[in-house]
């Protein structure tokens, strides 16, 4: 199994930013769709951005024109998110993701990372 790795998040004050990365380790020779998801307590889980492997990119209602997700012009397999102007309600678990990921062990229709904590509080 494939398991993409996050880093980036961590505390923030409220009108702060913060920049998110997601990479898909091992021999991957292509990713369809990466995106990310994120996750508050007591609610379900939600789309925040997404990407196709030409770059088209679509938001959830709540983060657009806040945030703006983009893929690594030289490794395609890495995928970042610039969150601005963060208020607390952005507050939640991220998690990356990636559709249709063609590896040397074989195809997985979908993968996840662990995820990476993001708070924003005063």
């Known amino acids: 199994q494939v398991q993409l790795v996050e880093s980036g998040g961590g505390l923030v004050q409220p009108g702060g930013s913060l920049r998110l990365s997601c990479a898909a380790p091992?021999?991957?020779?292509?990713?369809?769709?990466m995106g990310w998801y994120r996750q508050a307590p007591g609610k379900e889980r939600e789309l925040v951005a997404g990407?196709?492997?030409?770059?088209?990119?679509?938001y959830g209602d709540s983060v657009q024109g806040r945030f703006t997700i983009s893929r690594d012009n030289a490794n395609k397999n890495i995928v970042y998110l610039q969150m601005n102007s963060l208020k607390p309600e952005d507050t939640a678990v991220y998690h990356c993701?990636?559709?249709?990921?063609?590896?040397?062990?074989?195809?997985?229709?979908?993968?996840w990372g662990q995820g990476t904590l993001v708070t924003v509080s005063s």
């Open positions: 091992g021999r991957i020779f292509s990713i369809d769709a």
């Open positions: 993701n990636a559709k249709n990921v063609l590896t040397a062990v074989g195809r997985f229709r979908e993968v």
């Open positions: 990407i196709t492997k030409g770059g088209m990119a679509n």
